[in-house]
Each structure stands twice: as C-alpha cells, then as structure tokens.
C-alpha cells in the first residue's frame, strides 16, 4: 500500500504538480511523451498523440508515466526521461503544445 505522501512524491517527480492529488477528475486525457510501436518496430502512436477518457485517478496516472504517458503536452521543457532523451537527439523540436516547431 503506497502512502499519500509517497504518492505526492512519485507524482510530483513524473512532473505532475501537488495539486493534481486534490484536483484530479475521474476522466482525463493523457498525451504520450515516448512513442508506441508495434512488434515490426513502426511507429503506432506517435509523440504527443492524446490518449482520452482514461481514469485521472493518481495511481492510474503514475502507472502510465512510468511509461511515457503525462497529462502535459510533450514540450522542449519537459523534464521526463523521454522528452530529454528526445532534446538531446536531433529529431524536430515542439512547441509547448506537442506541435513541431516550423523552421523559418
Ligand atoms: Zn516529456
């Protein structure tokens, strides 16, 4: 059984904020920071596609981000294993909205 302070602390380290234990809602939409791919090794769901409806309850939300799954876009910003991996490769930055930054 995982205490509520040990709960606040894996949640604030995946990069929620404290508050999110008091304000969560039963339904959320949670955005993917580390692609999926299929046994062939394509991409299926890629970074920053939304997945909606899913239950918002703290222990669920911290089980899907230990696998890449966050309730912010993925950003330059973000401080998750994923996102840095992704900075510091050479694949197209994003904006805070997980959109592609265009280059001018
Ligand atoms: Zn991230």
Redesign the pocket.
Known sequence: MTSRNELRDELVGAGYSVKYLDEWQPKTTLYR?KPLYNIEGSIIFDVGSTVSGVPGNPQYVLRKARIGL?NQP?SDT?E?R??RERLASSTPKRDGNGKFVKKK
């Open positions: 920071h966050f993925p973000c998750c994923w996102c």
